[in-house]
C-alpha cells in the first residue's frame, strides 16, 4: 500500500509542476500514468516540436520541458508508478482516498490531483480478427521494456514516427526485424525514414510495403504471422507482434467517479480547482469552467492554487504561509 499526502493522476506537465508547488508546501506527491514515461502529451504526441508560449522560454522542444520540469521536481523526490492506469476510487471511512490501478497497486491519500489531460492514451488497434486473443500473448501496443525484445523475431506495423523510431532502436536488439506498412509513404520524419532504408540496405530489416499483417497464428502464444503484399499471401515466423499505429486518448474509469463531468472534462470550481468531491482537484487539459484554455501555462497556474487548498485539507484547516522562492530557496523533502 503506498501513502503520501497527494497522489497525482497524469504525469503530463501540470501534474509534473504541481509536484515543484506541492514541494514548496512540503507536501509529499505520487505520480500515477499509464505511459511509461512522463511528460502526457508532450512526450506521447510532440516530443520534437518546438513550443513558444511557455513564459521565460522564447522557444523549448516539447521533450526539454519536461526534462526541464523533471530536473525541476527533483529535490522534492516525487515517487512514480508508470505503465499503470488508474481504474477506482474508493472513500475510506477516515475521509482519505484510495486508488487502484489495473495492476493491482493500492495508493491512499487524503489529497487527489487528476491532472489527466484528455484521459489515458488507448492504442489504435489494427482489424485483425483474432488480435485481442493474443494480447499479452505476442501482441503488444506500448513498448515498455525493449529488453523483451532481444533475440525474438519481432513484426512491427505503422508508418509514422512511433513505428520508425522503435524499427530503428530494435533493428539492433531482435534477431530478426520486419516493418509491414499498408502504403508507400511514410508520415514519419524524413531523417527517420532515411534510417530506415539504410537499415534495410545493410539486410537488418525487412521491408514490406503496399502490405498488412492479415493473420496471426500460435498455440496459445504467437508464433507467426500471414501477411498479406498485393495479391500475394505469406507467412513468417514471429514472437511478437507491434501494431504502433498511435494512440488516441479516452477519459476512461474518471468518468465513473461521481464528478461533475460536461463534455468529457471535468467541472472545477476557479477558486481553487476544486471538484465537487471535497479533496479531489482537477487542473490541466482535464478540466473545464468558463473561460477554459487548454494550455499548459493555464494548468501550472490551476496547480498552484490547488495545492494551496489541498495544503489546508491535509494540515486540517491550517493556511500555508506565502512566501517568494527568492527568500526560502528550495529546501528539498
Ligand atoms: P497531458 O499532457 O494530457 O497528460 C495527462 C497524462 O495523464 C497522460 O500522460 C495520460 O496517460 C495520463 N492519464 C490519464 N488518465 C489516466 C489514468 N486513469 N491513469 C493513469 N494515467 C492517466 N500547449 C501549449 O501551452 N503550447 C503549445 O504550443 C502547445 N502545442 C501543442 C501541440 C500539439 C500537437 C498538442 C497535441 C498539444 C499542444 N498543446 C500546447 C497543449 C498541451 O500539450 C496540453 O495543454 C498539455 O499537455 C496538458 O497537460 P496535462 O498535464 O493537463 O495533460
Redesign the pocket.
Known amino acids: 500500500m503506498i501513502q503520501t499526502d497527494i497522489v497525482i493522476?497524469?504525469?503530463?506537465?501540470?501534474?509534473l509542476f504541481c509536484v515543484f508547488e506541492a514541494g514548496l508546501l512540503k507536501l509529499k506527491c505520487h505520480l500515477?500514468?499509464?505511459?511509461p514515461v512522463p511528460g502526457?502529451?508532450?512526450a506521447?504526441?510532440?516530443p520534437k516540436?518546438p513550443?513558444?508560449?511557455i513564459p521565460g522560454h522564447p522557444e523549448i522542444l516539447a521533450k526539454d520541458l519536461v526534462d526541464n520540469l523533471l530536473k525541476q521536481i527533483e529535490p522534492f523526490k516525487p515517487d512514480f508508478t508508470l505503465g499503470?492506469?488508474?481504474e477506482t476510487l474508493e472513500i475510506l471511512p477516515n475521509g482519505y482516498f484510495q486508488l487502484s490501478t489495473d495492476h493491482g497497486t493500492c495508493l491512499q491519500a487524503p489529497v487527489i490531483m487528476i491532472?489527466?489531460?484528455?484521459?489515458?492514451?488507448e492504442p489504435r488497434k489494427p482489424e485483425i480478427s483474432n488480435l485481442i486473443q493474443y494480447e499479452k500473448h505476442g501482441v503488444d501496443y506500448i513498448i515498455r521494456d525493449p529488453e523483451k525484445f532481444r533475440n525474438k523475431e519481432v513484426v512491427i506495423s505503422g508508418g509514422g514516427d512511433s513505428a520508425l523510431d522503435w524499427c530503428l532502436y530494435l533493428s539492433n536488439i531482435c534477431s530478426r526485424l520486419t516493418l509491414v506498412h499498408r502504403r508507400k509513404e511514410f508520415r514519419a520524419a524524413p531523417e527517420s525514414v532515411s534510417k530506415m532504408h539504410d537499415l534495410v540496405a545493410q539486410g537488418k530489416l525487412q521491408l514490406f510495403l503496399n502490405s498488412e499483417v492479415a493473420e496471426l497464428h500460435g498455440d496459445h502464444h504467437l508464433s507467426s504471422v500471414s501477411i498479406q503484399s498485393d495479391d500475394r499471401k505469406f507467412s513468417i515466423a514471429c514472437d511478437y507482434f507491434l501494431p504502433l499505429y498511435g494512440l488516441s486518448p479516452k477519459l476512461?474509469?474518471?468518468a465513473d467517479w461521481g464528478l461533475g463531468i460536461d463534455k468529457s472534462a471535468i467541472v472545477v470550481d476557479t477558486k481553487d480547482y476544486s471538484t465537487n468531491i471535497p479533496g479531489i482537484f482537477a487542473?490541466?487539459?482535464?478540466n473545464t469552467y468558463d473561460g477554459k484554455l487548454?494550455?499548459?501555462?493555464c494548468?501550472f497556474h490551476e496547480a498552484t492554487l490547488a495545492v494551496q487548498s489541498a495544503f489546508k485539507i491535509i494540515h486540517k484547516g491550517q493556511k500555508p504561509s506565502f512566501k517568494y522562492t527568492t527568500v526560502t530557496g528550495i529546501n528539498s523533502l
Open positions: 493522476i497524469g504525469a503530463g506537465p501540470c501534474g500515477v500514468d499509464y505511459l502526457g502529451q508532450l506521447e504526441i510532440y516540436k513550443i513558444y508560449d499503470e492506469r488508474v491532472a489527466a489531460g484528455l484521459g489515458c492514451f476512461g474509469p474518471i487542473i490541466g487539459d482535464i487548454k494550455l499548459i501555462l494548468g
